[in-house]
């Protein structure tokens, strides 16, 4: 029974929570609100912006789910509360929108920011580069933030620390293997950066004789992809390709990572042709054929590769390069049999 309560508990949660707003949006509609309107309007404020997100995180606070998701809950409830409430009855709740809501925000930020901080530090200090940064950081933030948000923020943070804070060749152990040095995927990614930097900078002398606020936009959001380039530039090598013990990891920097047990492996292969739509091929790299690939993987059933920002794709056939191909093939063909 506890069991069941458990697993059951976050719908409840979610459950009981839109129950309560339902309530009190009917409970201002009806006749008795009218009458009492001002004595209400306080009762109904102190629901909606205290009693019900509380409600709602005692419901959540011994489940997965995140104990930030209840700004949220205050944020719909204070949204709900300028419909349902009349405006001459509103002064709460714009003191809550004005001082209150501003300061939780910065105090989650900060809490954030310094959980984040803390694992990067620790990363760092304890050198675990069996452990990948990146997978680190989206477990951190799965535990601090919404699901909808654990992909975007890890994957912002991850570019900022490949960007600037990673320097230093990564140690390869036996069953880790590169894939950047012979395949030209940091040379054309280079030159796409280059192009995006040159680019900025001729259209921002064009634009800023028109209007110099798009102009300043404008080069703005390319020096932002400009620097998300660099930032997949750099987590390439950090981020091999692995063989464990019961499959394969297939990575592409913070873009593209996948993977693969061996028992789901129908064939293993040197590939080097070229890709036709109707071959079903999905390359690990979002370059495609601007890139080499000289391994194919064709799968018994459908696998799933977690691309940027957490976006997913389905394959059954997998082309990707490795730059020690022979050892690779010898290794993983080793463990299938």
């Given amino acids: 029974m506890n069991k069941i309560l458990s697993i059951n508990r976050p719908y409840l949660a979610f459950l009981v929570t839109i129950f309560l707003f339902a309530a009190l949006t009917i409970l201002s509609q009806s006749d008795a609100f ?32 995140p104990k930030t998701t209840v700004i949220p809950i205050m944020v719909v409830g204070m949204i709900l509360g300028f419909y349902i409430i009349p405006s001459e009855n509103q002064y709460f709740l714009s003191q809550f929108k004005s001082f209150a809501l501003p300061a939780i925000e910065v105090v989650i930020l900060s809490f954030i920011i310094y959980k984040v901080r803390k694992a990067v530090v620790l990363f760092n200090r ?113 981020r091999p390709i692995i063989i464990h013990g019961n499959g394969l990891t297939l990575r592409y920097g913070i873009i593209n990572e996948t993977f693969i047990p061996f028992e789901n492996i129908d064939r293993i292969e040197s590939f080097n042709k070229s890709i036709n739509e109707e071959d079903q091929i999905v390359t690990l790299s979002p370059l495609g054929e601007l890139e080499a690939y000289n391994i194919l993987i064709s799968l018994k059933s ?20 490795i730059d020690n191909k022979e050892e690779f093939l010898s290794s993983v063909q080793k463990l299938i049999d």
């Avoid at 040379?187 to 796409?192: E, N």
């Avoid at 950066?193 to 404008?218: P, Q």
């Avoid at 459908?302 to 390069?321: S, W």
Wanted: net charge positive.
């Fill in 126 to 238: 304890t050198k675990e580069r069996s452990k990948d940064f990146f997978n680190v950081l989206i477990k951190i933030c799965s535990e601090i933030l919404p699901n909808a948000l654990v992909m975007p923020f890890a994957t912002e943070v991850s570019v900022f620390y490949y960007g600037f804070m990673v320097w230093g060749k990564r140690k390869l152990t036996k069953d880790e293997f590169t894939h950047h040095k012979f395949s030209g995927a940091t040379a054309v990614l280079s030159v796409f950066l280059l192009i995006i930097l040159v680019e900025t900078f001729v259209i921002h002398l064009l634009l800023i004789r028109w209007n110099t606020i798009v102009a300043w936009i404008i080069t703005g959001l390319s020096i932002y992809t400009a620097l998300q380039v660099w930032g997949i530039i750099k987590s390439i090598p950090q």
């Fill in 302 to 321: 459908e696998g799933n590769m977690k691309g940027l920002y957490g976006i997913r794709k389905k394959y059954n056939r997998i082309a990707f390069h």
């Fill in 34 to 65: 009218n009458i009492h309107a001002a004595n209400l309007s306080v009762g109904i404020t102190a629901d909606l912006l205290i009693v019900i997100p509380l409600f709602y995180y005692l419901l959540i606070r011994k489940t997965s789910i």
